[in-house]
């Protein structure tokens, strides 16, 4: 009779069928069954878990120091040839001459040239110059590039053979072994009598570093600069290298006379309070990455404030370039680099210092402690010593609890407390308090002493933000 009411129900025994295949134990069954609890469970520990962030403890100064682009200002000398004709260079770019050294050679006809192939070594050398100027190559700073190409023409000359020892040292012998007349002339602006062939050579009367541009801040001062000077949309170089011939009177090359030189960078009003008591600094030259002391000082040119560096050595270097990139090196305090939203503070009891003694099989330090018996020996964690007591763990002891001072009848109530800095480390997965001592501080981040007692080291992980927990909190 029952299976004959399931045949007038329609669908039934379908029904009956598919809950029946469902609920029929098998191993597809049971896995599937272990997974969904297992999902269930974990959403569950999600939902209720603590959440946060946790930052690496890495090492370094509190924050980068500000870069600047500054003018650079020195002695020189645009000097021109009092003959025309055509030029043969022998000083290289950049090059400091001593007086008398040759510079360049005039003559009525072009010289006869012929193509020279450079050595691998040398070319490795080009191409190493071109990909290290490329790699730092900026946009914004594009009149660079005529300050490179002049340079890199001078490097080509000397590796193709030009004479730097009759350059630097004004030889008396020419390449061709003719001898020259050392009695020339050594005036800056005409042609000395020294011949070389059908050239006149022309030498400088004063030591020198040779450039072969100008671009019209040869003769500015600190009292003729101007705010318009720091414009370098409108900076323009002109190169004084050419291959055509020159009339007299035109200008062929700049020489710089003295060592001691300038670099003037527009500061802040920020920026003169935080400079304002600084008479030396060090500056890192972005170019090459080197860096010397310079004396500081805070000028007024027009209607702002401009900081002066000055030098006494290091020219050489950049020579050529008029607007320098620098990095004033002020932040030189280095520690172990936190956020100040990881600072969070414990509570210690306070114990003199004189009760402290050594027990246990260990000999760790640790206190006696009065009870019924007589005195015990506890071992407690101390975490600093300031002004006679120690800040001690407070597990260690129960309020009230009578410590007896070592070989004294003398006793001490535990009462009084207090606070240390310090950051949750979760390097073992829970949070675990971390004593710091901080250096210096600014808005976001501090910097705090390497190597204090149950303190901090780098590449330690610490909890981003303290109020996100609690001391020995499980994380994960």
């Not at 318009?228 to 190169?239: A, G, I, P, T």
């Not at 035109?250 to 920026?271: C, F, G, H, M, N």
């Not at 800040?391 to 002891?397: I, L, P, Q």
Request: aromatic share 10%; hydrophobic share 30%; charged share 20%.
């Amino acid at each position: 009779m029952a299976g004959n009411d399931k045949k007038k129900i329609p669908g039934l025994a379908v029904i009956l069928d598919t809950v029946k295949k469902i609920f029929t134990l098998n191993i597809g069954t049971i896995l599937f069954g272990v997974l969904l609890v297992y999902m269930v469970i974990s959403m569950f520990m999600y939902l209720t878990a603590n959440h946060f962030t946790s930052y690496q403890v890495l090492n370094g100064p509190l924050s980068r120091n500000e870069t600047y682009t500054g003018l650079a200002i020195h002695e020189e000398t645009v000097v021109s040839s009092s003959i025309g004709g055509y030029i043969n260079y022998y000083a290289r770019e950049g090059t400091k001459l001593n007086a008398s050294g040759i510079v360049y050679g005039i003559s009525s006809q072009p010289l006869q040239t012929s193509s020279t192939k450079l050595e691998a070594e040398d070319l490795a050398k080009v191409r190493q110059q071109m990909s290290s100027y490329s790699y730092g190559f900026r946009s914004s700073n594009f009149n660079s590039v005529y300050s490179f190409k002049s340079e890199l023409e001078g490097n080509i000359l000397q590796y193709a053979g030009v004479n730097d020892t009759v350059s630097q040292n004004s030889d008396n012998t020419s390449e061709d072994g003719n001898s020259m007349d050392s009695d020339a002339g050594n005036s800056n602006t005409t042609a000395s009598a020294l011949t070389l062939g059908n050239q006149t050579l022309c030498r400088t009367a004063e030591d020198g570093i040779i450039l072969y541009s100008k671009d019209g801040y040869e003769n500015i001062t600190e009292d003729t600069i101007s705010q318009e000077d720091f414009d370098q949309n409108s900076y323009h170089k002109e190169d004084l290298k050419t291959r055509e011939a020159i009339d007299a009177g035109s200008d062929v090359y700049t020489i710089i006379t003295d060592e001691r030189w300038s670099i003037y960078i527009p500061l802040s009003a920020k920026q003169v309070t935080q400079l304002n008591d600084r008479s030396y600094v060090r500056v890192k030259f972005l170019k090459d990455g080197l860096s010397q002391v310079g004396q500081f000082s805070i000028v007024e040119i027009g209607t702002g404030k401009y900081g002066k560096i000055d030098f006494s050595n290091g020219l050489t270097r950049y020579a050529s370039d008029r607007f320098l990139d620098i990095e004033l090196v002020t932040n030189t305090q280095t520690g172990l680099k936190i956020p100040i939203s990881s600072i969070t503070t414990k509570e210690f009891y306070l114990v003199p210092e004189a009760y402290q003694t050594k027990g246990g099989d260990d000999q760790s330090a640790g206190f006696l402690v009065k009870t019924k018996s007589g005195t015990e020996f506890v071992s407690a964690t101390i975490y600093e010593e300031k002004d006679g007591n120690f800040y001690v763990e407070k597990s260690a002891f129960e309020k009230g609890a009578v410590l007896v001072k070592p070989d004294s009848d003398d006793t001490y109530v535990i009462k009084d407390t207090g606070n240390l800095e310090g950051v949750y480390c979760i390097n073992e997965g829970y949070a675990r308090f971390r004593r710091i001592s901080i250096i210096a501080q600014n808005e976001e981040y501090c910097i705090v002493e390497k190597g204090t007692t149950y303190g901090l080291s780098q590449y330690d992980h610490i909890v981003y933000d303290a109020s996100d927990i609690n001391e020995e909190d499980i994380l994960y």
